[in-house]
Every structure is written in structure tokens, then in C-alpha cells.
């Protein structure tokens, strides 16, 4: 399974909201069953929106700034930011088409 | 999961079909006890894991798509996923069920920022707060006493007098200090801009009304099947389970259904075990009488 790049408290600014990119970001942590249920598909949305969309996790353990930042008081979340701002937020452990559909009618 | 091990084992051609990655429900339960064989609790995602690599041991082929549709196509059945479509001589559904949402103002808008249904995941978000589970079943009681690991105070709201848990869960949940339960309660709303602040109640036996200050609430108030991808009629129970007989076949000859999506009383690990092996060896004989 290809991995997935980890995004962290300080690296969030320079990777996620100075992106050119769109990005994609899983937050998530290790206690989490769901998170690692979501974590496939997440790699599979990486490969399929290569070029157009930037992917990466978030582990709430260790980056609890940013988490608290956005709110997040339920994972796996998986949030998309478009030009330094949250475009969607989808809570829970998702198939992969829900994520599809979002993804396709924001890009 | 154990359906596919043994028809796999038995050597049957067989695809196990998983909209995410193997585990369901299992998944978000942090503790089993009472699977057998494991002396020491197992954690649901390490025991999932083992019997998903227990499983590819027997060669098991396992995609990750999500069945949208299942019909009759001449004597085979077609299921539809969201990527291909397959024919097959015979369909084990194991397809479990979800939690259900009661509908109250607030439980939706605030799902993720307060509310969840997966105590296990968002549990360790609630450090030295105070939340509520709504429910009185095993899931509700047994995720109360593990969110006292993090939470000041957790109240379970159960709408009726006593509990449904097992005894032993039970005997936990009440020699908590951490926990508190309010008897005969229901929730009516949540409250909370951002995140959630409160939750009314009301007493269901005074007509009397209380807010809580709480900024987490946790449902476990049932379970609803996944089992809305029928294109042909197949029995259920009035709450959508699939009825089967004692060899799990459903009222449609050549399917099968196994686990949570069962109409049946008891939904654990173990049950569906069971029942998957009971399915495969089933489908077994089912397929041996359409060859001979």
C-alpha cells in the first residue's frame, strides 16, 4: 500500500493552506478502527486525483493544534481546502464513491 | 468474514465483496471479552485483522466494493457494485447493519462536533468533560464505562427502568462513580452553536424536562440492516432484517444472510461466526445439488 504523506502542526500552513493544489486531508489516529478502515480508500483517492489534488493525513494524537483548529470532535474526518479554506467536510468512515461524488463536484 | 474462510477453504470460487476495508462494526469497539479463545480482551480492530489474514491464508479473494444492487439474472443472481457487476450461483449477505439516529433537532447538525456514534473513536476528544449515551443495550453501557476513561462524568439516558446489557456489564456501569444513569429518559434536543453545549431530556414517566450541560453525546440506540439493495423480493421483519431459516437461506433460493443483517435476537462476534460458517457449508450442499 502506497503511503500516504503526514501533515502536522507545523507543517499545516506551508502544505495545506499556502497549497496551490486543492487538499485533501485525513484526520485520523491510531485508536481509531474507522480511521483505518477509511485509510485505503483515502491512498486510492491520492492515486486517482494525482495532479489535481494533494492528500494527506492527520494524526490527532500528535497535532492536536491544528484538530482543535478545525474542530474536529469525531474521526476519521476528512476535510478538503481550496485556497486556505475548509470547501467540505465529510465525518465518518465513508465508501468510496461518497468521496468521489464530493471531491468531483467541488474540483 | 468466517463465510468466506470456510468457502474458500471448502474450495469454492469465492469473492468476498467489503465496501471499506474488512471489520464493520467490529472495528469500533475497542474491547472484546467475550470472543472465544482470547483469554486477554482483543482490541475489535486486532481481532478483525487477525481474521481477515486468517482468511487470506485460504486464499480468499477480497475486493473493496460496494454492492449497490442484487437481482436475478436467469438462474444466477448479478451483483452490482459501484465498480463492476458479477454473477453468481450463490450470495452470502453479511452485509451487518449500522447505527440508528433518533431524528432529534441538532442530533444531525452536530454530528462530528459533538455527536457521535462511535465512542471508541472520538471518546479520548472528551478529556475531563462531561457527556451523555443515549441507550441501555451492551453498546450503549459498555461504551459509557469506557468513556469514564476520559470524560468527568458520563450519563446514560435510557428510556426505560432497567437496562438490557448484560448483568456483568451492568455491575460495571452501576459500581462507576463516573457514571450515572437517568431512568425512564429521553432526549429531545441538542443544543450547541459550534459545538454541542447541552441536551434537553424529558422524563417520560413526569412529563418533566431537564437540561444537561454536556459537550458530548454518544448514540447507541439501535442498529438499522443494510439491506435496501434488493431488486427482488426477499423476506424481512418489520424493521428490514433479513428473515432466514435455521442453515441461514433467506427466502430466495441461492441467498443467504449471516450476521448483524439477520433477523434474529442476539447480534455479537461470535453469533456471526457462526452463522457464516453455517452459510458456507449451506451453499455448499446448495451447490453440489445444481451440479449432480
Not at chain 2, 475489535?44 to 482468511?55: I, N, T, Y
Not at chain 2, 475531563?128 to 459509557?144: L, P, Q, R, T
Not at chain 2, 426477499?234 to 443467504?256: P, Q
Request: proline residues 4%; glycine residues 8%; charged residues 25%.
Amino acid at each position: 500500500m502506497a503511503e500516504i504523506s503526514q501533515v502536522t502542526d507545523s507543517t499545516f500552513e506551508q502544505e495545506v493552506l499556502k497549497s496551490d493544489l486543492p487538499t485533501l486531508v485525513d484526520f485520523g489516529a491510531a485508536w481509531c478502527g474507522p480511521c483505518l478502515m477509511v485509510a485505503p480508500i483515502i491512498e486510492e483517492l491520492a492515486k486517482d486525483y494525482q495532479g489535481r489534488l494533494k492528500v494527506f493525513q492527520l494524526d490527532v494524537d500528535s497535532n492536536p493544534a491544528t484538530a482543535a483548529k478545525y474542530g474536529i470532535f469525531s474521526i476519521p474526518s476528512v476535510l478538503l481546502f481550496k485556497e486556505g479554506k475548509v470547501a467540505t467536510q465529510i465525518v465518518g468512515a465513508m465508501p468510496k464513491k461518497h468521496y468521489v461524488e464530493k471531491l468531483d463536484s467541488i474540483l | 468474514m468466517t463465510a468466506g474462510l470456510y468457502a474458500a477453504r471448502s474450495r469454492i470460487d469465492t469473492l468476498l465483496l467489503e465496501k471499506l476495508t474488512p471489520g464493520g462494526q467490529v472495528m469500533t469497539t475497542a474491547m472484546v471479552e467475550n470472543y472465544p479463545g482470547f483469554e486477554e480482551p482483543i482490541s475489535g480492530p486486532d481481532l478483525m485483522a487477525r481474521m481477515e489474514k486468517q482468511a487470506r491464508h485460504f486464499d480468499l479473494k477480497i475486493e473493496i466494493q460496494q454492492v449497490e444492487r442484487i437481482s436475478r439474472e436467469r438462474d444466477l443472481k448479478k451483483v452490482v457494485t459501484d465498480e463492476q457487476q458479477y454473477l453468481a450461483r450463490a450470495v452470502i449477505v453479511a452485509t451487518g447493519a449500522e447505527p440508528k439516529s433518533l431524528g432529534i433537532p441538532g442530533e444531525k447538525e452536530l454530528r462530528g462536533r459533538g455527536v457521535s456514534y462511535c465512542a471508541t473513536c472520538d471518546g479520548p476528544f472528551f478529556q475531563e468533560k462531561e457527556v451523555a449515551v443515549i441507550g441501555g443495550g451492551d453498546s450503549a453501557v459498555e461504551e459509557a464505562i469506557y468513556l469514564t476513561r476520559f470524560a468527568k462524568r458520563v450519563r446514560i439516558i435510557h428510556r426505560r427502568d432497567r437496562l438490557r446489557a448484560a448483568k456483568l456489564v451492568q455491575e460495571r456501569a452501576l459500581s462507576n462513580e463516573k457514571v450515572e444513569i437517568l431512568w425512564d429518559t429521553v432526549p429531545i434536543r441538542i443544543d450547541g452553536e459550534q459545538l454541542v453545549q447541552s441536551m434537553d431530556v424529558k422524563n417520560v414517566k413526569t412529563g418533566q424536562e431537564t437540561k444537561l450541560d454536556v459537550s458530548g453525546v454518544f448514540f447507541y440506540v439501535g442498529l438499522k440492516p443494510n439491506s435496501n439493495f434488493f431488486d427482488l423480493h426477499i423476506e424481512t421483519d418489520e424493521e428490514g432484517f433479513l428473515r432466514t431459516d435455521d442453515n441461514m437461506r433467506t427466502s430466495v433460493d441461492g441467498i443467504y444472510a449471516v450476521g448483524d443483517v439477520r433477523s434474529k435476537m442476539l447480534r455479537q462476534i461470535v453469533t456471526a461466526a457462526g452463522e457464516g460458517a453455517a452459510a458456507a457449508f449451506a451453499v455448499e450442499k446448495y451447490l453440489e445439488n445444481l451440479t449432480s
